[in-house]
């Protein structure tokens, strides 16, 4: 079936949203090998490890890898069941410049008929963060607060990570070093 050009332009809306993403901040990619995978994103590719989690806390495991001071550009998690298929995308994150974005977007996403699937702080990298489900079922992200690695190459220690089953829980429960500044207090969910 030929692709209708006309339709696609029809359908670009110019409708902008409460929030402004910044950049693609993180691509999760389920790995059949992780072992051999960290070997070449490492090795081959230069990205330095920042954190892992074991089939604790991950089934397959999870490695979460960066190419700049962000805490991860890129994270593989194990058990995918062979060669790629092509659908392997486990989920892709968009930075925003500020908490009240999250909180913003959050909103948005709700009024848009979005599935919300979390909201909150988890583990490694503290971000907060809303994820949801684009219309084919993927995973995605809109976050602030990425821990930055520095040049002497340590994260964050897991003991400091905090996790939070909502974004008020996690304004109301910050980690060490992370100040979750709201400016729009209205934004905040009365439970």
Same mark, same amino acid.
């Given at each position: 079936?030929?692709? +209708?050009?006309?339709?696609?332009?029809?359908?670009?809306?110019?409708?902008?949203?409460?929030?402004?993403?910044?950049?693609?901040?993180?691509?999760?990619?389920?790995?059949? #090998?992780?072992?051999? $995978?960290?070997?070449?994103?490492?090795?081959?590719?230069?990205?330095?490890? $920042?954190?892992?989690? *074991? +089939? +604790?806390?991950?089934?397959? *495991?999870?490695?979460?890898?960066?190419?700049?001071? #962000?805490?991860?550009?890129?994270?593989? /998690?194990?058990?995918?069941?062979?060669?790629?298929?092509?659908?392997?995308?486990?989920?892709?994150?968009?930075?925003?410049? $500020?908490?009240?974005? /999250?909180?913003?977007?959050?909103?948005?996403?709700?009024?848009? *008929?979005?599935?919300?699937?979390?909201?909150?702080?988890?583990?490694?990298?503290?971000?907060?963060? /809303?994820?949801?489900?684009?219309?084919?079922?993927?995973?995605?992200?809109?976050?602030?607060?990425?821990?930055?690695?520095? $040049?002497? *190459? /340590?994260?964050?220690?897991?003991?400091?990570?905090?996790?939070?089953?909502?974004?008020?829980?996690?304004?109301?429960?910050?980690?060490?070093?992370?100040?979750?500044?709201?400016? #729009?207090?209205?934004?905040?969910?009365?439970?």
């Amino acid at each position: 079936m030929p692709v +209708d050009t006309e339709a696609l332009r029809a359908a670009i809306s110019n409708k902008a949203p409460p929030f402004d993403l910044r950049k693609i901040g993180h691509v999760v990619l389920m790995v059949a #090998d992780l072992k051999r $995978s960290v070997a070449f994103y490492t090795g081959v590719l230069g990205f330095k490890v $920042s954190d892992i989690y *074991g +089939d +604790d806390m991950m089934p397959g *495991g999870m490695v979460f890898m960066r190419c700049n001071p #962000d805490h991860h550009g890129i994270a593989l /998690v194990g058990g995918a069941p062979g060669p790629s298929q092509k659908r392997e995308l486990h989920h892709m994150a968009f930075e925003v410049g $500020s908490l009240d974005e /999250v909180f913003r977007a959050r909103k948005h996403l709700r009024e848009c *008929g979005a599935t919300i699937i979390f909201d909150g702080r988890r583990r490694a990298g503290v971000q907060i963060a /809303v994820e949801f489900l684009d219309p084919d079922g993927h995973n995605l992200e809109i976050y602030w607060g990425l821990d930055q690695v520095g $040049s002497d *190459g /340590v994260a964050r220690p897991k003991e400091q990570w905090r996790g939070a089953k909502s974004l008020e829980e996690a304004v109301a429960n910050p980690p060490p070093g992370q100040t979750p500044l709201l400016r #729009d207090a209205s934004l905040l969910e009365q439970k």
